[in-house]
C-alpha cells in the first residue's frame, strides 16, 4: 500500500493488519507542485519514491482516483496492469466549485485544474487497463466517452456491515447534516432554511461543522430551525436515528454522496434531490424532489407518516443488491485478476 500524508493524514497503525507493507510520502505542496502540465492534485503526488517503488515490485496497481496515476504513462510501466478507481469525474467536480466559489483566488485555481483534468483524463485512460466507476451516473460517462477502457460500476464502500434496525415510532424533526465549512452544504442548508423550512412549522436540526456566520444568521431567523455544531459521534449517530424526515440536497453532481448511502443504512424517511442521489433513486428507498415545492410536498406527507416495517424491508432488499461492502470488493477482484 502507498500512501500520502499531509495535514490530518497521519500513518494508521490500523492498516498494517491488512497490508504486508505500507509506504508514506510526503505530499509536495506549494509552487514546485503547481509549476507543470499536469493537475495539482497529480502532480503534488509525483514523488520519486512511489515511481521507484511501483517498480520494484511485479504486481497490478490500483490507483485511488486520478490522484496517483501520474506514474501510469512511465514507459517501464507500459506492461504493467493499472486500474482506476474514480470517485467522481474529477473535471466536472472541479467546474462545479468554481462555479460555487465567489473568491477569485480559488475560482481561477478551480477553473485551471478543471482543464487540467479534463485533458489528463484522456492521457491517462490510454495507458489504463480498467476503471471501476462510483455511480450510475458516471459509470454512462466513462462508457460513452472511454468505450475501449472495461469499466464496472463499484459503488462507495461504506462503515456498515448491515442495514441498521428500524427504530420504531416517529421522529419530530428533519435532520440536514454536512461539513458546513464546504460551500456545497452551506449553500444547501441555506436553501432548505430560506426556501423550504420558512414555509413549514415542522424543526429542522441542521448539524455539522465550523458553520459560518452567515449561516448562523439565518438559523436564527427562523424559530423552527436549530443549528448544533461540532458533534461528538454518538451525539451524531443519535441524531440520525431519532430524525423523522433526512432532508439531503446538493448543488454539485458528482461522485457518490456518503452521507446519502449512511442515511440510507440508518435512518427513517429520506428525501433527496436527483444530484445527490446519483442515479439511485429508487422510489422504494428515497423520495426525490427537485425544488422547494417538491421538498416542501413530502415533508408535509411525511411528518406524520410511520416508517413501516415493509418500507424496511425494500430498503435492505435494495441496500443488500447494490452496496454490499464484499460483494462490491469482491467484484474488483475479479476483474484485476482476470
Not at 460517462?141 to 459503488?155: A, H, Q
Not at 449561516?215 to 436515528?241: G, Q, Y
Not at 440508518?266 to 422510489?283: F, L, P, S, V
Amino acid at each position: 500500500m502507498h500512501c500520502f500524508q499531509y495535514g490530518e493524514r497521519t500513518p494508521q497503525r490500523e492498516l498494517e493488519r491488512y497490508v504486508e507493507e505500507i509506504f508514506y510520502y510526503e505530499r509536495k505542496t506549494g509552487f514546485a507542485a503547481a509549476i507543470t502540465s499536469f493537475p495539482y492534485i497529480v502532480s503534488s503526488r509525483m514523488v520519486n519514491e512511489l515511481a521507484q517503488n511501483l517498480l520494484e515490485y511485479d504486481f497490478p496497481i490500483l490507483a485511488e482516483g486520478l490522484h496517483c496515476t501520474g506514474f501510469f504513462s512511465h514507459p517501464q510501466l507500459a506492461d504493467r496492469a493499472k486500474f482506476v478507481r474514480m470517485h467522481n469525474v474529477e473535471w466536472q467536480y472541479y467546474a462545479s466549485l468554481k462555479a460555487l466559489e465567489s473568491g477569485l483566488a480559488k475560482s481561477v485555481y478551480y477553473g485551471t485544474e478543471s482543464k487540467r483534468l479534463r485533458k489528463f483524463e484522456g492521457l491517462c485512460l490510454q495507458t489504463t487497463s480498467g476503471v471501476f466507476t462510483i455511480s450510475e451516473a458516471e459509470q454512462a460517462y466513462f462508457s460513452e466517452n472511454y468505450p475501449t477502457v472495461p469499466s464496472d460500476c463499484i459503488p462507495a464502500f461504506h462503515p456498515y456491515d448491515e442495514v441498521q434496525p428500524l427504530n420504531p415510532g416517529f421522529g419530530d424533526f428533519a435532520l440536514f447534516h454536512g461539513n458546513l465549512a464546504v460551500s456545497d452544504n452551506e449553500l444547501s442548508a441555506l436553501f432548505l432554511i430560506e426556501e423550504v423550512f420558512s414555509e413549514t412549522d415542522f424543526p429542522l436540526i441542521i448539524a455539522g461543522r465550523k458553520p459560518s456566520d452567515k449561516l448562523r444568521r439565518a438559523v436564527s431567523e427562523r424559530p423552527n430551525v436549530t443549528l448544533k455544531s461540532d458533534l461528538s459521534d454518538a451525539e451524531m449517530t443519535a441524531l440520525k436515528r431519532n430524525a423523522q424526515i433526512h432532508v439531503l440536497y446538493t448543488l454539485q453532481e458528482a461522485g457518490m454522496k456518503l452521507k446519502f448511502i449512511e442515511t440510507l443504512f440508518t435512518g427513517r424517511h429520506c428525501i433527496a434531490n436527483a444530484m445527490m442521489t446519483a442515479g439511485y433513486a429508487d422510489a422504494a428507498v428515497v423520495h426525490t424532489a427537485n425544488d422547494a415545492g417538491a421538498f416542501l410536498e413530502k415533508i408535509e406527507k411525511l411528518r406524520g407518516l410511520l416508517f413501516s416495517e415493509a418500507e424496511y424491508k425494500q430498503r435492505k432488499g435494495f441496500l443488500d443488491q447494490n452496496f454490499d461492502n464484499k460483494r462490491n470488493a469482491q467484484k474488483i477482484i475479479d476483474r484485476i485478476t482476470k
